[in-house]
C-alpha cells in the first residue's frame, strides 16, 4: 500500500489535435497504479473537437487534470507548451507524455521507485515500445533499448557521448523520461528557439542539457508504448536537406552551450567538430 508521503508527479501532456489519440494518453494516466499524480493538459491550439476532449477530462477530475491554452488560443509549439506545464506543476516529480503515446498500468510507481532506490539520480529514463500494431494488428512492436548499459547511474557527461545526437546509441523517448522538478529548472527547461521547423531536435537540446549535467539512471523497463505513424514529427526526419539542416542548427546550439558553460571536456567538444564537419561536407 503506497503512503500518503509519496511523491506527487507532474504528468506534462502537450496537443495539437488528435483527439482520439489524447483520450488514450490521458485513460493510461488514470489507470496508472500510482495514485500520487496530477496531469497537465496544455492545448496548443486545437481545433474544437480535442479542445471539449481535453475539458472533459479537466471537468471529470477537477481534482487531478488541469486543462490550460495559450493566450487566444494560439499555436506556440511543443516546446513552450510544455514549459508552460510544467509552469503550472505542483509535483517533484515531471513525467512527460505526448499526446499519441501511451503508459502501461506501472509506469509511474516503476520509475518512483526506482528514484527511491537510487537516491543520487535526478533523471530516469527507459526503452520504449516502438508501437506499430496499433493500427495494423499484423505488425510487429518492438522494444527500442537506450544505447547503453542498462540498469545503472550514469554520471555527467557520459550519455551525451554515448547517445545519439553526438554517440551512436538510441536516445530515450520522451514519454519514457521522468525527472525530479529542482533538476528541470536548473536545466532551464526546453529551448524554445526549437520550434517550427527545427522542433524535430528539441528534445535533443533539453537531453543534451542534462546528460551535461546531471545524474541519470537508465532503467531496462520499458512501460511506454511509443505509436509509430505517418505524418509524425520524427518522420521528416526522412527528407535528407530538412534533416540537415535541423541538425546543424542544433550543433551550433550545442557548441555555444558548451562554451557559455564552460565545461571542459575534451570528448565532448571533439564529438561536436565532428559532427559539425560531417554534416557541412
Not at 548499459?149 to 538510441?170: F, W
Not at 519514457?176 to 522542433?199: L, P, T
Not at 505517418?230 to 530538412?242: C, F, I
Amino acid at each position: 500500500m503506497l503512503l500518503p508521503h509519496y511523491p506527487l508527479v507532474s504528468v506534462i501532456i502537450p496537443f495539437l489535435n488528435g483527439g482520439h489519440w489524447l483520450a488514450e494518453a490521458i485513460e493510461s494516466v488514470i489507470s496508472q497504479s500510482y495514485p500520487h499524480w496530477e496531469a497537465i493538459l496544455i492545448d496548443d491550439g486545437s481545433e474544437e473537437e480535442t479542445t471539449n476532449i481535453a475539458k472533459g477530462y479537466s471537468h471529470r477530475y477537477p481534482e487531478k487534470i488541469i486543462y490550460t491554452d495559450h493566450s487566444g488560443h494560439i499555436n506556440k509549439g511543443v516546446t513552450i507548451s510544455r514549459n508552460t506545464g510544467i509552469g503550472l506543476s505542483k509535483g517533484s516529480f515531471i513525467a512527460f507524455l505526448d499526446a499519441d503515446d501511451c503508459w502501461l498500468q506501472e509506469k509511474l510507481l516503476y520509475q518512483v521507485e526506482l528514484f527511491k532506490q537510487h537516491p543520487a539520480t535526478e533523471m530516469v529514463c527507459e526503452p520504449s515500445l516502438f508501437w506499430y500494431s496499433w493500427s495494423n494488428a499484423e505488425k510487429e512492436d518492438m522494444i527500442v533499448n537506450i544505447g547503453v548499459e542498462a540498469d545503472r547511474l550514469y554520471h555527467p557527461p557520459e550519455l551525451i557521448k554515448s547517445l545519439y545526437p553526438l554517440g551512436k546509441g538510441a536516445p530515450p523517448c520522451p514519454t519514457g523520461i521522468m525527472i525530479k522538478k529542482e533538476a528541470f529548472k536548473r536545466s532551464g527547461g526546453f529551448e524554445e528557439s526549437f520550434r517550427d521547423v527545427y522542433q524535430l531536435y528539441e528534445d535533443q537540446a533539453f537531453l543534451s542539457k542534462i546528460y551535461l549535467h546531471e545524474n541519470v539512471y537508465v532503467s531496462g523497463t520499458s512501460n511506454n508504448l511509443y505509436r509509430k505513424r505517418p505524418g509524425s514529427l520524427t518522420e521528416s526526419a526522412n527528407d535528407e536537406k530538412h534533416y540537415k539542416k535541423v541538425r546543424l542548427f542544433f550543433l551550433n546550439w550545442l557548441k555555444e552551450y558548451v562554451k557559455l558553460h564552460q565545461l571542459e571536456d575534451d570528448t565532448v567538444m571533439e564529438l561536436i567538430t565532428s559532427a559539425l564537419t560531417d554534416i557541412n561536407s
